[in-house]
Structure formats: structure tokens, C-alpha cells
């Protein structure tokens, strides 16, 4: 049972758009800690792609932004590509744990 | 090109020990904390620790799931880090990722290819 909940798997069609959620309690996103989202294609090691809830590293497209609401924060993708494909993570710290923490992933399927 | 290498998987009995390396190139070691982050077959990812660089005096925490099985030191002269793991089950067979943080809120932005650890006897 992850400390951060994000929904096992969500799908889009080309071109679309998807979110996906991560949520936390009081002790890690609720307290303002960061939030970091990384894309693990299969097979490869994760990749940083949204820094400190909505910042994108060089060499990330635009197509993918973050926010945080509350307890919880999103990762959206748009025009969604095939090569989007690939596990999603949310990272943040949790200050009851003092401990970094992982949502349990998401699995994006592009249909 | 920026960069982190891990080495020292392989198997292990139940109740065994291993230490993992991971070195680093292309960027200034010595300022950077290093994570490690494993990953068991099929399932998520799962932090196992860090260490901080000297300025904040190599500090070190671990996730409380390891009970002090684990102990993660740095040797910023040969630009690489460790993971000494010991008293090591079958629920520790997965990929150990090392991974780098510049600064806090930066995120872990650069990740080695792994190194698989497979305990069993």
C-alpha cells in the first residue's frame, strides 16, 4: 500500500489528452513538499520529467505539465503520442515516514 | 555526458551480504546527494535510501522497511557511492537504481541503468 495512491492504469487514444493523479494526506503533499513525476519506458530506468509539482528538466516536451490542488497533485499529458507509453511515477517526501515516497505507478496505455 | 554506473549485483544466498557501487562522471560528485531506489520484478519503485554530500555532513536515512540492514557511504575521491546490504531475503531481489539530487526540490534527475540483485538459495 503506497503512501501516494495513483490509479493503476488509464488509456488514451492519439491525440488526446489524459491526466493522472496522485494522492497524498497532510504529512507529504497536503505539508507543500514536492512533487516530482518520472516516465519509466519499459525495460529502462525512470526518467525525471516534472520537477517541484509543474517544472519541465530540459529536453522534455511541453505536451507534459503538472499541478497540485489540496492533497493531491496531476500529471497531464496532451496530444498524446505513441511513444508516451510507459509507467508514471509521483515522488514526494513524507515528513510521518521521513522518508521519500512513491506512488504505486501508472501504467499508460495509448489505444 | 552526465552520468551514473552501478555495479556489484548478482546472487546471493538468503542471509548474505553484497555491496553495490555506483560511479559517477560527467558532473561534480562531491555536491551531490545520491539516492538509491530499487525495483522488484513487475512492481513499483520503493526508495531505499540516500546519503548528502559533505557540506551537509554526509548524512545518511533509510527507509524503515530495511530495519538497519542497509548502509549507504560515499568515497568522493573516486567519484562513487555504495550500498552495503546485509542480512539480505528473498523480498530484496530487485533492480538498485542509484540516482542524483543536485538540490533539494530538484527531483532525481539523473538515473543509472540499474544492477539486479537476485537473492536465493
Known amino acids: 500500500q503506497s503512501v501516494l495512491t495513483q490509479p493503476p492504469s488509464v488509456s488514451g487514444a492519439p491525440g488526446q489528452r489524459v491526466t493522472i493523479s496522485c494522492t497524498g494526506s497532510?504529512?507529504?503533499?497536503?505539508?507543500?513538499?514536492?512533487v516530482h513525476w518520472y516516465q519509466q519506458l519499459p525495460g529502462t530506468a525512470p526518467k525525471l520529467l516534472i520537477y517541484?509539482?509543474?517544472n519541465r528538466p530540459s529536453g522534455v516536451p511541453d505536451r507534459f505539465s503538472g499541478s497540485k490542488s489540496g492533497t493531491s497533485a496531476s500529471l497531464a499529458i496532451t496530444g498524446l503520442q505513441a511513444e508516451d507509453e510507459a509507467d508514471y511515477y509521483c515522488?514526494?517526501?513524507?515528513?510521518?515516514?521521513?522518508?521519500?515516497?512513491f506512488g504505486g505507478g501508472t501504467k499508460l496505455t495509448v489505444l | 555526458e552526465v552520468q551514473l554506473v552501478e555495479s556489484g549485483g548478482g546472487l546471493v544466498q538468503p542471509g548474505g551480504s553484497l555491496k553495490l557501487s555506483c560511479a559517477a562522471s560527467?558532473?561534480?560528485?562531491?555536491?551531490?546527494?545520491i539516492h538509491w531506489v530499487r525495483q522488484a520484478s513487475g512492481q513499483g519503485l520503493e526508495w531505499v535510501g540516500r546519503?548528502?554530500?559533505?557540506?551537509?555532513?554526509?548524512?545518511?536515512s533509510y527507509a524503515a522497511s530495511l530495519k538497519g540492514r542497509f548502509i549507504i557511504s560515499r568515497d568522493d575521491s573516486k567519484n562513487t557511492a555504495y550500498l552495503q546490504m546485509n542480512i539480505l531475503g528473498t523480498e530484496d531481489t530487485a533492480v538498485y537504481y542509484c540516482?542524483?539530487?543536485?538540490?533539494?526540490?530538484?527531483?532525481?534527475?539523473?538515473w543509472g541503468q540499474g544492477t539486479t540483485v537476485t537473492v536465493s538459495s
Open positions: 517541484a509539482y509543474s
Open positions: 546519503i548528502r554530500s559533505k557540506a551537509d555532513s554526509y548524512a545518511t
Open positions: 560527467g558532473f561534480t560528485f562531491s555536491g551531490s546527494a
Open positions: 515522488q514526494s517526501y513524507d515528513s510521518s515516514l521521513s522518508a521519500r515516497v
Open positions: 497532510s504529512s507529504n503533499i497536503g505539508a507543500g513538499f514536492d
Open positions: 540516482t542524483r539530487v543536485i538540490v533539494a526540490g530538484s527531483g532525481m534527475d539523473v
